[in-house]
């Protein structure tokens, strides 16, 4: 059974500060590792990471993937109270289907 | 404006009673996904279809029930089967079937409570 895992599960930072989101994975037929962001219902799309792609960065958020370790991680710069939100990584297989972790919660204080 | 739209956006439902959620896409894509979202459990997926008339079981299938008869809707329904249905659930879709560097989109969500 695919199995993805988030850490920590919550993270309470104050604005400012710079946080690293992890993700570890054990998915067959792995092919891509997609970071999203949840703040209210629909979660909108970060990062895709693949064995061509180990390193995404968009302004004060970067990915990196690990194959070696079957892992990645997500890291916030300069944290704004905009970035509280539930931070979900998925394995992709080879056919397109996505596993999810459970979520880390991130809240930012002013 | 492409996108893709759930209603109802809220949903109560009584004990024993079936209730269909819908999911409509205006983006062309060919692959659409059902997830249930419950706290501290992150996103887990019930039915996918890659092509019309074609639909998977995911990880959480028992108790619901989908139809993909148009490109653009893959309705949910959620029986009186399912023993603990309250709960967040998102539709997705994807532009290619089968692809594995396509990233999923998602509709707004729709939460059911069961009363």
């Known amino acids: 059974e695919d199995k993805v895992v988030q850490s920590p599960l919550s993270l309470v930072v104050h604005e400012g500060d710079t946080v690293t989101l992890n993700c570890s994975y054990e998915v067959t037929n792995f092919r891509s590792l997609l970071w999203y962001k949840q703040e209210k219902k629909a979660p909108t799309f970060l990062f895709m990471l693949?064995?061509?792609?180990i390193e995404k960065k968009s302004g004060r958020l970067s990915s990196i993937l690990d194959k070696k370790e079957l892992s990645s991680i997500l890291n916030i710069t300069a944290t704004q109270t905009g970035d509280s939100a539930i931070y979900l990584c998925?394995?992709?297989?080879?056919?397109?289907?996505?596993?999810f972790g459970q979520g880390t919660i991130l809240t930012v204080h002013p | 404006d492409g996108g893709i739209t759930q209603s109802p956006k809220y949903l109560f439902r009584k004990e024993g009673q079936n209730v269909t959620l819908s999911c409509e896409q205006n983006?062309?894509?060919?692959?659409m996904y059902w997830y249930r979202q419950d706290p501290g459990q992150g996103l887990r997926l019930i039915y996918y279809s890659q092509i019309v008339n074609d639909f998977q079981k995911g990880d959480i299938a028992e108790g619901y029930s989908v139809s993909r008869e148009k490109k653009e809707s893959f309705p949910l329904t959620v029986t009186s089967a399912q023993k603990n249905p309250t709960a967040f659930y998102l539709c997705a879709s994807s532009p290619k079937a089968g692809s594995p560097y396509n990233e999923q989109f998602f509709g707004p969500g729709t939460r059911l409570t069961v009363l």
């Open positions: 983006l062309n894509h060919d692959a």
């Open positions: 693949t064995s061509s792609g």
């Open positions: 998925a394995g992709g297989t080879s056919y397109g289907k996505l596993t």
